[in-house]
């Protein structure tokens, strides 16, 4: 089964923002985004410890360690772009003033809920992060992940499951739900598939996929 690579995921998230919009990319998978969102389309870059208007990764050797996003990553800034107190970066997330999140996760469930900052596991470490404040007050939240679960560099167990069993950050908050296999959406009717890469099936995703998909 050919999966995206994750610039490729990152990619296909990218054209699916629309010009105009504010949009804050979480820790992980979601900041690649940045790099593929189109020149000529003016989107605004959120991070939750203080800056708007980012750009994407800087060249290597052109670091400014002073300049980071919130997953402590080294990021530019545009023209325009403005630095403010993690409390006012806050206040936009919680006061619905986001279009779009993109999140990581390890599981969405068929219902939208997310899980995505512990595992529960005794040696992992909590990091919720903004997550909870984003996922509850952007408009549209929407999980960059891969389709399964990996160990010992073997596919495994979906991660898109009919209830979470981690611990949530948010109930019923995704609405999409984009994957190295496929683009999905959690709908009243159920997780409805939009699109599979590379020639892929609704059988084939199905296949991989813990709960019923349908077109």
């Known amino acids: 089964m050919k999966r995206l690579t994750r610039d490729q995921m990152a990619a296909r998230v990218a054209q699916d923002i629309p010009e105009g919009a504010y949009v804050n990319l979480g820790i992980g998978l979601p900041t690649l985004v940045a790099n593929h969102l189109p020149k000529e389309r003016e989107i605004f870059l959120h991070s939750e410890n203080g800056l708007l208007g980012m750009g994407p990764a800087p060249p290597p050797g052109d670091e400014d360690w002073d300049l980071i996003n919130a997953g402590k990553q080294p990021v530019t800034i545009l023209p325009g772009g403005a630095f403010f107190h993690h409390a006012d970066s806050f ?40 997550a909870m404040d984003l996922a509850i007050g952007a408009k549209k939240t929407c999980v960059m992940m891969e389709h399964q679960t990996k160990s010992g560099g073997v596919y495994k167990d979906s991660k898109i499951v009919a209830a979470c069993t981690y611990p949530l950050t948010g109930i019923g908050c995704v609405s999409r739900i984009y994957t190295d296999l496929a683009v999905l959406d959690i709908t009243p009717a159920g997780v409805r598939l939009v699109e599979a890469f590379n020639g892929l099936t609704l059988a084939d995703v199905q296949a991989v996929t813990a709960v019923p998909l349908i077109e």
């Open 91 to 130: 206040a936009m997330m919680r006061g619905g003033h986001l279009d779009i999140c993109v999140l990581g996760a390890f599981q969405v469930s068929a219902g939208g809920d997310l899980a995505n900052w512990h595992t529960g596991a005794a040696d992992a470490i909590p990091a919720v992060g903004g």
